[in-house]
């Protein structure tokens, strides 16, 4: 009987672990990235590309030129490769039917439906305008999986605040019922980058994660920042700026979960509470609360 490399890497992680045996993750994650691998198509919608940029900035499990050369085949990212135009979109059909029901999806911010679609065009395919719309509805259903980077892809977030006049829409929203797997939601603005590498790997090794109601990976979601919080218990703060708590002037902590009080920002240095300020609850499905103006 013949078994392809992932499958025997899947059985000796799976092994492994049943025997509590140590596993040396990051050459296994080396072994994984081989050409042959079923590749990450990356696609940007109504955003900052912030979600790109907290990627960029990865240090844990690994760095970012590492991620790129020797864990994951990235084949399309517009933000980060050197093609543009015609030549792009033809490499972003190429991978997505070569690796049809095998590739990874990963889209950051929201998808804009109003006007159908044309709000926001990423190219064009036989001639005509390509909306993320489209494009979102054509390669979301040939994925493996799909997996929502930062809050505007996962709620809708700030691109879908009110009023909301390009009607944009949530991933999953757009997507529902016609995903090969749930629509995995990374909340967070921008989403954390060890919670989106770390996605990645684990779905390319061990498949679907654990997830939470609002299909978050429990991993990452399953605890409130202010239990973790160092200002917990250290007194009221009456305002930004001041050492203590911020729970009293509206901090949204107790009720976000997260990972910035245990696994922080900017290779752990800091995170909003820490730095004096209340957390505003990015990662939360009603972020932002009240309309932007």
């Known amino acids: 009987m013949k078994i392809s490399r992932r499958d025997f890497l899947k059985w000796s992680v799976a092994t492994a672990v049943a025997l ?3 596993l040396d993750m990051g050459k296994v994650n080396t072994v994984l990235a081989a050409e042959t691998d079923p590749p990450v198509i990356w696609l940007n919608g109504a955003g900052c590309s912030g979600c790109t940029i907290s990627t960029l900035n990865v240090t844990n499990p690994t760095t970012i030129d590492d991620v790129l050369l020797n864990k994951i085949s990235l084949k399309y990212d517009t933000t980060l490769m050197t093609q ?4 792009a979109i033809q490499t972003l059909d190429q991978a997505a039917n070569t690796y049809n029901g095998q590739f990874i999806l990963v889209v950051e911010g929201a998808v804009p439906t109003g006007a159908s679609g044309n709000y926001c065009i990423i190219g064009e395919q036989n001639g005509s305008p390509l909306t993320m719309q489209q494009a979102v509805l054509k390669y979301g259903p040939m994925a493996k999986y799909v997996v929502s980077a930062g809050t505007c892809a996962a709620f809708g977030g700030v691109s879908a605040a009110s009023p909301n006049s390009t009607s944009c829409q949530s991933v999953e929203t757009l997507l529902s019922g016609q995903t090969a797997n749930p629509v995995i939601n990374l909340s967070g603005c921008p989403v954390h980058p060890t919670v989106m590498v770390q996605t990645l790997l684990n779905l390319i090794l061990t498949g ?4 939470d109601s609002q299909n978050r990976p429990t ?4 605890t409130a920042l202010h239990f973790n919080c160092p200002r917990r218990g250290t007194g009221s703060a009456g305002q930004p700026g001041v050492y203590g708590c911020y729970k009293s002037i509206g901090c949204k ?3 976000c979960e997260n990972v910035c009080s245990t696994m922080q920002w900017n290779n752990g240095v800091s995170f909003c509470t820490i730095s004096n300020y209340p957390c505003i609850g990015c990662a939360n499905s009603t972020f932002p609360t009240n309309p932007l103006c």
Not at 84 to 87: I, L, M, V
Not at 219 to 222: F, T
């Open 20 to 22: 509590n045996l140590d």
């Open 84 to 87: 543009s135009g015609d030549s």
């Open 208 to 211: 679907m994660p654990a997830l």
């Open 219 to 222: 991993q990452y979601y399953g």
């Open 253 to 255: 902590g107790p009720g």
